[in-house]
């Protein structure tokens, strides 16, 4: 398995040409490592290598990380959560970015001791097999999260579906920053909205172009 320095300096090449052709900066552009199918010791190799963001979709994976690790790294929660997980894994990340439903934002806000950074999860897709809601109830939803004081809306996510489209994967990268230009000009205390969550090993690239301010890199990174 290849050092993960070795491959992050490949994907920093990479991160850099994208935003050369968008005429963005490098630095506006966060890559979370996502570490759910490596052990303990390769994430603690991504940190070593530079990487600050780790990124995991379950709550046992997590917090089997966070023994090792504890505060090391900045936590990113990036899988489906469940409501019931929320009290174990809330006061550990930093950032949650699968905000879906009112029933999870109300757990965050009564089991957070400060507010927590979300990311809503907007299905531009349509995908059935996806989380998320459809775009065209997004800002209701924010709206109706005002009450919730830990609860901060700092941005959407995303999954493109898993195509060779480039065309299609940009279409769908773009939908989701208009929305996010929407919501943000709305000026909600609490919804800032600012950052786009999206782009994976295979598309990070074109998201980049697209806009995304934190890009969620696993194999590309660290391997499976």
């Keep these: 398995m290849r050092d993960v320095k070795v491959n992050?300096?490949?994907?920093?090449?990479?991160?850099?040409?994208?935003?050369?052709?968008?005429?963005?900066?490098?630095?506006?552009?966060?890559?979370?490592?996502?570490?759910?199918y490596v052990s303990v010791e390769r994430a603690?190799?991504?940190?070593?290598?530079?990487?600050?963001?780790?990124?995991?979709?379950?709550?046992?994976?997590?917090?089997?990380k966070w023994e090792v690790l504890e505060d090391k790294p900045t936590w990113h929660f990036i899988g489906t959560l469940q409501s019931r997980k929320v009290r174990a894994i809330v006061d550990k990340v930093e950032y949650i970015h699968s905000l879906d439903r009112m029933s999870l934002a109300s757990e965050i806000n009564k089991r957070a001791d400060k507010p927590v950074k979300c990311f809503v999860q907007v299905n531009v897709s349509g995908e059935e097999s996806?989380?998320?809601?459809?775009?065209?109830?997004?800002?209701?939803?924010?709206?109706?999260?005002?009450?919730?004081?830990?609860?901060?809306?700092?941005?959407?996510?995303?999954m493109a579906p898993y195509?060779?489209?480039?065309e299609a994967l940009r279409t769908y990268?773009?939908?989701?920053?208009?929305l996010k230009e929407e919501?943000?000009?709305?000026?909600?205390?609490?919804?800032?909205?600012?950052?786009?969550?999206?782009?994976?090993?295979?598309?990070?690239?074109?998201?980049?172009?697209?806009?995304?301010t934190y890009i969620r890199i696993g194999s590309a990174l660290v391997g499976e």
């Design 8 to 36: 992050l300096e490949l994907i920093q090449e990479k991160v850099a040409e994208a935003c050369e052709r968008s005429n963005r900066n490098p630095e506006d552009v966060h890559i979370v490592a996502v570490t759910k």
């Design 183 to 212: 919501i943000e000009a709305l000026g909600l205390k609490n919804a800032p909205c600012h950052e786009l969550s999206m782009g994976m090993s295979n598309d990070y690239q074109i998201a980049i172009e697209e806009g995304a």
């Design 130 to 158: 996806k989380h998320g809601l459809e775009p065209e109830n997004t800002i209701e939803f924010i709206k109706q999260l005002e009450p919730y004081e830990n609860v901060q809306v700092v941005g959407l996510m995303t």
């Design 44 to 64: 603690a190799e991504a940190l070593e290598a530079g990487i600050h963001n780790l990124g995991e979709n379950r709550d046992d994976g997590l917090l089997a």
């Design 163 to 166: 195509i060779d489209d480039q």
């Design 173 to 178: 990268f773009r939908r989701l920053r208009n």
